[in-house]
């Protein structure tokens, strides 16, 4: 194998789509991966230009086109490749050529109740990079939630309501309007947020007396939904990949 081409298989592996590193890892562990006939060791390296790679008995498939995708997700899709209950996933929101063979996977997670912005990817480095709450990539919702919260509890909101006995990180809220039927009151906030914990607004939310309504992500970092329309995608540029990438 060469010397100056190999890279970690993991890092090979998540490259072609096929998982995360972590995964890869633990595939590795598990003695499903082998270089050139032999059984692979977590930290071997190989040359996918002169190395047969193989991964449960089937050759790892060459490293497909970068790709990063916005979708802007609709109510009720999962946010996986695939489902066994049969339930609609964001892969069924492509066209079929981009389905098979991409590797393509969300980045991230938005629940099936809520809507808006979701990347898709099929790099691994860049995955976890968008991903990994230390690289500093903060996305904006826009909630409705029922009745009017006081500003007490849009305070404690802003400041960060505990969870599972876990404090929360600051929130950058605003709000932005409030209906005014006094049998269905309902507020609508911004909240701009530096960490997804799971289902972290909705319960946040709850906690303060005011369940959500309606939930929609608008933009991730300063990529925005803008007109994209629900259950639509688009491909990002290469300065919208830098940008997120590397935010400011």
């Known amino acids: 194998m060469g010397e100056l081409a190999a890279e970690r298989l993991q890092k090979l592996m998540a490259a072609a789509g096929l998982c995360s590193r972590r995964q890869a890892e633990t595939l590795l562990r598990q003695g ?70 991409r590797g393509l996977h969300p980045v991230g997670r938005l629940d099936a109740d809520s809507r808006g912005a979701l990347l898709l990817s099929n790099q691994g480095d860049l995955t976890l990079r968008l991903s990994h709450p230390r690289y500093g990539h903060r996305k904006t919702y826009r909630v409705w939630v029922e009745g009017r919260p006081s500003a007490q509890a849009l305070a404690r909101w802003a400041a960060g309501v505990p969870l599972d006995g876990q404090p929360s990180q600051p929130v950058g809220l605003r709000l932005i309007q409030q209906t005014s ?21 909705r319960r946040t939310a709850a906690l303060l007396g005011h369940p959500v309504l309606d939930l929609q992500r608008w933009a991730i970092g300063s990529l925005r939904l803008a007109d994209l329309p629900e259950g639509g995608w688009r491909r990002l540029d290469h300065q919208e990949w830098q940008a997120l990438k590397f935010p400011s």
Do not use: F, H, Y
């Open 32 to 101: 499903l991966v082998q270089v050139n006939g032999a059984l692979a060791q977590l930290g071997d390296r190989a040359d996918p230009a002169s190395d047969r790679i193989s991964v449960r008995g089937q050759a790892l498939a060459a490293r497909p086109e970068p790709m990063l995708l916005l979708v802007n997700k609709p109510v009720g899709v999962l946010c996986t490749c695939r489902d066994p209950r049969g339930r609609p996933t964001v892969l069924e929101l492509l066209p079929a050529e981009l389905r098979q063979g």
């Open 181 to 201: 039927q006094q049998a269905s009151q309902a507020t609508e906030l911004e909240l701009v947020m530096g960490e997804g914990r799971n289902r972290q607004i």
